[in-house]
Each structure stands twice: as structure tokens, then as C-alpha cells.
């Protein structure tokens, strides 16, 4: 076998290791998924149609995730976005035996030491929803309109760093796509790079 051709099985074999993220498109319909809460319960995305949806990837090991809620912003924003109808979904997909895996247990246990204000929190350890939706760090958010379509993706604000005084002047961008949909106007912002943790994914699956 030639250099090339080595090379070639080599790249092919590590994209097949590597977690193969989706690429969800801005005002296309959001992927359905179905998953397990910390209760136990069956959680369907279908079930919310006609509601705003928050997804928000969490890994409570973060640093990024910590600066939110150490602070008690992400929990304050929760508690105004549900007042207001909205249904916002903490999503963590840490595998098994990674930086950030809940069990039910951990993560009613973290939920309470954090004052977490969400509507539920979706096991996803095997990393589907994730996947689905090419969640790529913690926190990584999206926002689903009333019609079931994707109005926001990407970070939770525009300060892609652990210092919580980079809270101070911070462009919320989730807060902000949240107010366009409520006021009937176009999210004006409504993608952004991402930042955080990566998410702990079974890189073996």
C-alpha cells in the first residue's frame, strides 16, 4: 500500500471514530427527538408544539457552565423565559464515566444545589440528541420558534470566556432572540459561535 493510500485508511477510519455532528439549518424544522428526564419521564420535543423551546447543553464540570450559573444568570433567565410560556430544556450528554454524566440521581442532586429553574433535564449519555442537533459545547443553545423551526443557534452570549466579570456588557444573545420572538420580529441575531467545554461525547460510538 502506498503513503497516500495509508494516509487515506488512516483519515477514513478517524472520521468513523469521530462523533458524525448534524448540521441543523436556521429556520428548517428542529430534529424530533424523545428522551428520559431525571424523573424518569418520557420527554418528546413533539409534545411542546406551539411553544417556544430553549435547548441548553450543560456539563456541570464546566468551567463556562459554572460562570452562568455560579452567578446565578442562567437560573434568572430560566425563571423570567418560563414565566413567559417559553419551555427550556437543559440537555446533558456526557457519556459514562465522562466529566459531566448524570445519572437521575446527579442530576436532581445538581439541580437543586444549583437553584436550576428549567423545565427538565433529558439524560442523553449516549450522546443522540447531541448528535442530532451537532451540539458541540457546553453551554451550546438553541432556540425553537412556535412553529417548531429552528430561530437561534450558537452561544449563550458573545463572551466566549470562564472570567465571570465577562458577564458585564455581554450581548445576551439568547435573551435577545427570546425578546424578537416574543415581539413578533425577526430574531436579529440569529446564529453564533458557540463556546465552552466540548461536549463530552463516547468518541468510541
Not at 437543559?90 to 459514562?96: H, K, Q, W
Not at 432556540?143 to 465571570?164: L, R, S, W
Request: include cysteine.
Amino acid at each position: 500500500m502506498t503513503v497516500r493510500r495509508t494516509l487515506l485508511a488512516a483519515a477514513f477510519a478517524a472520521s468513523l471514530a469521530a462523533p458524525a455532528f448534524a448540521e441543523p439549518e436556521l429556520g428548517q424544522p428542529a430534529p424530533p427527538f424523545t428522551a428520559k428526564d431525571d424523573n424518569g419521564k418520557t420527554v418528546s420535543l413533539s409534545q411542546f408544539a406551539g411553544k417556544t423551546v430553549v435547548l441548553e447543553w450543560t456539563n456541570s464540570g464546566c468551567p463556562y457552565v459554572g460562570k452562568h450559573y455560579n452567578s446565578g444568570t442562567m437560573q434568572a433567565l430560566q425563571k423570567k423565559e418560563r414565566a413567559n410560556g417559553v419551555v427550556w430544556l437543559t440537555v446533558s450528554s456526557s457519556a459514562p464515566d465522562m466529566q459531566g454524566y448524570f445519572t437521575p440521581k446527579a442530576a436532581r442532586a445538581w439541580a437543586a444545589k444549583e437553584h436550576w429553574a428549567g423545565s427538565d433535564i433529558l439524560l442523553d449519555g449516549a450522546g443522540k440528541i447531541g448528535r442530532e442537533y451537532g451540539a458541540k459545547n457546553t453551554p451550546h443553545m438553541f432556540v425553537i420558534d412556535k412553529a417548531g423551526k429552528i430561530a437561534y443557534m450558537g452561544g449563550i452570549d458573545d463572551q466566549p470566556y470562564e472570567d465571570p466579570d465577562s458577564l458585564k456588557g455581554a450581548k445576551p444573545y439568547v435573551a435577545m432572540a427570546l425578546a424578537d420572538l416574543k415581539a413578533g420580529r425577526p430574531v436579529a441575531t440569529p446564529v453564533s459561535r458557540p463556546y465552552g467545554c466540548s461536549v463530552k461525547y463516547n468518541s468510541a460510538e
